[in-house]
């Protein structure tokens, strides 16, 4: 089992920076990829970045160049600094981790609500 809990959200004007957080807790190792999603109101959850195991990371193309995703494996803790907010970037932001191949499993933070004002 994995834990996961999200902080760092809140309300921002645009062009405003914000860092989320998620602390990761039980059995880490066996996870291969961390990554944040986000779900805006009346629309699906999207992945947003993602890192793996073998430090690859990925961007959705929209905030490519404006947000970074990193790990800090001391702390079992994955951030996301989030630059040049927009408005279209308000939603609940949630952290991702998945396991693959033999046992595979999903786990969710409860999210943290970004919201950004123009």
């Known amino acids: 089992q994995v834990q996961l809990v999200e902080s760092g959200g809140g309300l921002v004007q645009a062009g405003e920076s914000l860092r989320l957080s998620c602390a990761a807790s039980g059995s880490t190792p066996n996870i291969h990829l961390f990554a944040w999603y986000r779900q805006a109101p009346g629309k699906q959850r999207e992945l947003v970045a993602g890192s793996s195991n073998s430090g690859r990371t990925n961007y959705e193309d929209s905030v490519a160049g404006r947000f970074t995703i990193s790990r800090d494996n001391a702390k079992n803790t994955v951030y996301l600094q989030m630059n040049s907010l927009k408005p279209e970037d308000t939603a609940v932001y949630y952290c991702?981790?998945?396991?693959?191949?033999?046992?595979?499993?999903?786990?969710w933070g409860q999210g943290t609500q970004v919201t950004v004002s123009s």
């Open positions: 991702g981790a998945h396991r693959y191949g033999l046992g595979a499993r999903d786990y």
